[in-house]
């Protein structure tokens, strides 16, 4: 072997180690960044030459920089992220309405009508007392107040939801854009032979954020490029981003591709939570807390309308409730005026509280397919919290697996630090070892020339 031979085969062999060195402190540097991925330099044995029928070998050269990932782990984080971010987002939706509702409290709706009921009660054993009859008016003022109070409550945290759905989406357009922007560089980059780990890196972790967003399903064509759909739409390529659009449409909030015909299909991230809860959810919660005061205004006044007042000159027919509209429960003015004009007297004599007895013992009416009115109350409430348990209990199965997940993602993926500094040691020695190859081949050369 010719001297040549040995300071070509030492000076690759410096460049390949001055290489791997770099893609170690890459390495450790970014074991901080969530969204890295491990790199590992692969080395082969360079091309041997046959001279003079030797076999004569030409050292070590680079075959490729792996990024350390594996498919199968990414394509579950995705899924999961879906099923988690619905369920912890309507978990969290959820709660909010259950505040509105305050129950169970002194200020819940359950309790006020209970001691609106019993103001009655009491004003059937005294039906002349003043202050009786404001106590009447107190209670039904404080369960109106209520009442309004809730559905107002509920219509803000709609509008809420509407806007943050709208917000979501511009997110998710932003993503797709950023998504479209890196499969276009990494296919640019890789045909002209430059790096693309670290895009891929990046892109990985926009798809990971839309999957919070939306359910996605992700494939890679045979340039790499994420070819991405959204609920069987396509979203983004290599070639395009689709730009997304929300719309309400009798009530429901939906996800479409602009000037699309059709709705996306909402299964998982924040906007299938965000939809859920805004067009069913709350809408079944509001049917059926209306169906209970319809019922309650309906009762009351059937037997309020039968009642002489004691007001000067004596009334009957009148309503106790104007009515429940749009979400108010609106107490007969004149009543409010005038708590003398509270009818309970069945004969028109002014010691007779029939009538008050009658509302009273409606607390116990089943009026409703069976049930009393706060047995139809307790079901709503029932429901809520029912729905907010499932929805916990899905959040913290769903996180269990994606801890599960995470930590086999970091074996895939992460850096250890100990493990770098490991192959730092042993690439600094081999680029030790070129060096003296270098030195050893230059005093052969020296001996040499000194002998001519």
């Known amino acids: 072997m010719a001297l040549t031979k040995i300071f070509d085969i030492s000076s690759r062999s410096l460049a390949v180690y001055r290489r791997a060195l770099e893609v170690t402190s890459h390495n450790i540097v970014n074991s901080a960044n969530p969204n890295y991925s491990r790199q590992r330099i692969m080395l082969e044995t360079e091309t041997s030459n046959l001279t003079a029928g030797i076999v004569w070998g030409n050292g070590v050269k680079i075959d490729s920089v792996q990024r350390m990932r594996d498919k199968l782990v990414d394509a579950h984080i995705l899924n999961t992220n879906q099923k988690f971010y619905d369920s912890n987002r309507q ?9 509105v509702f305050s129950e169970p409290s002194d200020l819940g709706v359950s309790n006020l009508m209970t001691n609106y009921f019993n103001s009655f009660n009491e004003l059937a054993v005294t039906p002349n007392s003043l202050p009786l009859r404001t106590n009447v008016l107190n209670a039904a003022n404080n369960l109106s107040a209520k009442v309004t109070s809730i559905n107002q409550s509920l219509a803000s945290l709609k509008g809420d939801i509407k806007q ?18 890196i499969n276009y560089e990494q296919f640019s980059n890789a045909y002209n032979g430059v790096p693309v780990n670290d895009l891929l890196d990046q892109r990985d972790g926009l798809v990971d ?26 979203a983004v390529d290599r070639m395009h981003a689709a730009d997304f659009v929300a719309e309400e449409v009798n009530g429901k909030l939906n996800l479409k591709v602009k000037d699309g015909s059709y709705p996306i299909v909402l299964t998982g991230g924040e906007l299938s939570a965000l939809s859920n809860v805004y067009s069913k959810k709350i809408p079944a919660y509001q049917e059926k807390l209306d169906t209970v005061i319809n019922k309650l205004v309906e009762s009351v006044n059937a037997a309020h309308v039968n009642g002489f007042t004691i007001s000067d000159p004596q009334e009957t ?34 010691g007779n509280g029939d009538i008050a007895l009658t509302i009273a013992q409606l607390t116990d009416a089943k009026l409703l397919n ?50 770098e500094m490991t192959n730092v040691l042993k690439f600094q020695r081999t680029y030790e070892a070129s060096a003296k190859l270098i030195a050893i081949a230059d005093d052969m050369l020296r001996t040499i020339l000194e002998m001519v």
Do not use: C, R, W
């Open 91 to 99: 978990s969290e939706l959820v709660s909010q309405i259950e505040d």
């Open 164 to 181: 943050e759905f709208h917000q979501k989406v511009n997110e998710v357009n932003s993503l797709l854009k950023q998504i479209h922007q």
């Open 209 to 234: 954020q839309l999957s919070q967003l939306v359910n996605i399903n992700v494939v890679y064509d045979n340039t790499n490029s994420a070819v991405i759909s959204i609920g069987g739409a396509l």
């Open 317 to 350: 027919g009148l309503n106790f409730f104007e009515g429940y509209v749009n979400g108010e429960l609106i107490i007969n003015q004149e009543i409010l005026d005038d708590p003398n004009k509270i009818a309970i007297s069945s004969d028109g004599t002014e």
């Open 370 to 419: 069976g049930n009393t009115l706060q047995e139809g109350y307790s079901s709503l409430i029932n429901d809520i919290g029912n729905d907010g348990m499932l929805q916990n209990n899905y959040t913290d199965a769903n996180q269990i697996v994606l801890d599960e997940l995470g930590q086999l993602k970091a074996s895939q993926s992460g850096v250890s630090v100990d493990e």
